[in-house]
């Protein structure tokens, strides 16, 4: 597609419950990256991957959130056993190596 | 760390008033510089970006000069529209190779007709 999708839109889970978000990068980027952005805040780097490498996870916030993108294109975040703390946006960016990055629209997840 | 600090919002103007956001920011060497619009409901756009020190990013009338003695990037306008209005980021990335974009708290720019 022309532009970086995320999906779904928006999610609502209950405390203790798993979810996975998805991001479809720009077909030929090689790099990848998710950002939690806080409702009033800027985006927070969580983790980097180019092509299936992770090479960069020093931002995830505990071993409750785990990202993959096992053939290098789709990548996959899942946070699990969500609290309140993780509600945000996610943010979803690709790019061509060490060229700018765009930005899908993101996932708004509400944990009640 | 690094860091980016941006002016609280909102910041409210009529149109065609000019328009400043302050950014500074906290970073080793000489990171690239780059200001990100939001509109409402919409992803963030890259807006404008500066390389090395004394460069002027410009796009759509919007400039920001990257001043490596102040360590500031400030964003102005001269003459703002209604359809400015959105939240602006600051954000750093930084020369040692690491890719992750450090982002400023955003300001909010409302302009009214």
């Known amino acids: 597609g022309a532009g970086v999708s995320q999906s779904p839109r928006y999610k609502v889970a209950k405390r203790g419950q798993d979810v996975a978000l998805r991001c479809d990068p720009i077909?030929?980027?090689?790099?990848l990256f998710w950002y939690q952005q806080a409702l009033g805040q800027g985006p927070e780097f969580l983790t980097y991957f180019q092509n299936e490498a992770q090479l960069d996870k020093s931002g995830l916030p505990s071993d409750r959130f785990f990202a993959e993108r096992p053939e290098g294109s789709v990548s996959t975040l899942k946070i699990q056993r969500t609290q309140q703390e993780d509600s945000a946006v996610y943010l979803c960016a690709s790019s061509r190596d060490r060229e700018v990055s765009t930005f899908g629209s993101g996932t708004r997840l509400t944990v009640v | 760390g690094d860091s980016v600090t941006q002016m609280e919002g909102p910041v409210t103007l009529s149109e065609e008033a000019f328009l400043t956001i302050n950014c500074t920011y906290t970073?080793?060497?000489?990171?690239?510089l780059f200001w990100y619009v939001q509109y409402p409901g919409e992803g963030l756009q890259l807006l404008l970006k500066a390389t090395k020190a004394d460069d002027k990013g410009s796009n759509k009338g919007f400039e920001a000069t990257y001043r490596k003695e102040t360590t500031s990037f400030h964003l102005e306008k001269g003459s703002v529209q209604v359809s400015d209005s959105a939240v602006y980021f600051c954000a750093l990335s930084p020369d040692t190779g690491r890719r992750a974009l450090t982002f400023g708290s955003g300001t909010r720019l409302q302009v009214q007709p």
């Open positions: 970073a080793t060497g000489y990171p690239s």
């Open positions: 077909s030929g980027h090689v790099s």
